[in-house]
């Protein structure tokens, strides 16, 4: 199970990422998770938003560089050691973890991991055999 992660590459100097982000507002899209690096050029936005194809389009539109991605999202709980189980159930499997970041969702007293991996279909398969809860699109959108 995935879902999807808009990233957006920038041009690491000021005012990049409020152009991108205004265009995401202009189109109606809510920010649900992000997580922000760079290197020597560029800045990379990781986004999980409420309707990732139309805010793909919106900046596309804008000629912002721009591509969905899918990922894994995971509920876990909110307490020390639980994204270390995660982890290990993932790396035990063979699965090399690219990046990851999280956000705390206080509807359910519980946190989400976002992780890409370069094999979602095992990591989602032990991750779920493990009893990791595995959240679909709807759930990590409307969070």
Not at 45 to 52: E, F, G, M, R
Not at 83 to 106: C, H, R, S, W
Not at 116 to 129: F, I, N, P, Q, R
């Amino acid at each position: 199970m995935s879902v999807k992660q808009l990233t957006i590459w920038m041009v690491n100097e000021p005012g990049s990422m409020v152009r991108a982000i205004n265009v995401l507002h202009r189109a109606g899209i809510n920010m649900r998770a992000l997580s922000l690096s760079e290197n020597s050029t560029r800045g990379i936005l990781n986004l999980i938003v409420d309707k990732p194809s139309e805010a793909l389009a919106a900046l596309q539109d804008a000629d912002e560089d721009a591509k969905l991605t899918e990922v894994i999202a995971a509920e876990i709980g909110d307490a020390p050691g639980a994204l270390a189980d995660v982890a290990a159930i993932v790396a035990q499997a063979g699965v090399n973890v690219e990046y990851m970041y999280a956000f705390t969702t206080p509807k359910t007293n519980s946190a989400c991991i976002i992780m890409l991996v370069d094999d979602t279909e095992k990591a989602s398969a032990v991750l779920g055999k493990a009893g990791v809860k595995l959240m679909d699109e709807r759930e990590v959108y409307q969070l």
